[in-house]
């Protein structure tokens, strides 16, 4: 799986169904892939989110096949108010879930291991559905994320998870400290040294594609 892709890798728009609403994603599946990574935003973000398409298509170079995904839908966006959305982190695991069930029955993603990529409140989501659903999910990446917030399901969580956190981000260090204390699978935390929150200082991004690329490769 760590081998370059022999041909840059055609991304695509897609729709998820999820429950009620339908949920833009861009899909983008190398040749010969053998795993796809879901991306599972923070807060305010997109599918559209400059830092995780730069660590998408790093990991589309590496061999793997990538899903980012929106969710929340336009109009929620719009009406958002308080974080009631964004914040609400069964909602989120609940769309997870049902992107993750797409990929499982979508005839171009079905035979691909499934693991996760999420940033902020995203990854909070994304060990909630992985506690609940082990052996859907093979590994877990977390960048500058909250994984406090999934709570008591953390040590429920199986999935091998990597915790990268920039190293001027020290009240996010000490939340990521706490829950790596609780998690009770196979689990690493990577301090970026010179990273403030968001990852933009230079060099910085590059690591963190690169260690995520390598948790993937050993762990799907």
Not at 64 to 71: G, M, N, Q
Not at 178 to 190: F, G, N, P, V
Request: positive net charge; contains cysteine.
């Amino acid at each position: 799986m760590g081998r370059l892709s022999s041909k840059p890798a055609e991304s695509r728009l897609v729709k998820v169904p999820a429950s009620q609403v339908t949920l833009n994603a861009i899909l983008t599946v190398p040749e010969k892939a053998r795993g796809i990574v879901i991306f599972v935003h923070g807060s305010g973000s997109s599918r559209l989110s400059p830092r995780n398409q730069f660590v998408a298509r790093s990991l589309n170079q590496a061999g793997l096949a990538t899903l980012l995904f929106d969710l929340l839908t336009p109009a929620e966006e719009l009406n958002e108010q308080g974080g009631q959305f964004r914040f609400n982190i069964a909602l989120l695991a609940g769309r997870l879930l049902e992107v993750t069930r797409w990929v499982a029955e979508n005839p171009g993603t079905s035979h691909l291991k499934v693991a996760y990529f999420g940033a902020s409140t995203g990854a909070a989501a994304a060990l909630f559905v992985a506690a609940r659903q082990p052996e859907s999910v093979k590994a877990i990446v977390s960048r500058g994320g909250r994984p406090d917030l999934a709570g008591s399901t953390l040590p429920l969580v199986k999935a091998p998870t990597l915790l990268i956190v920039g190293g001027n981000d020290p009240e996010v260090i000490r939340l990521n400290e706490k829950a790596l204390d609780l998690l009770s699978c196979k689990k690493k935390l990577e301090i970026v040294r010179g990273a403030t929150h968001l990852f933009e200082e230079p060099g910085t991004l590059e690591q963190v594609a690169s260690l995520a690329q390598n948790w993937f490769e050993q762990n799907l």
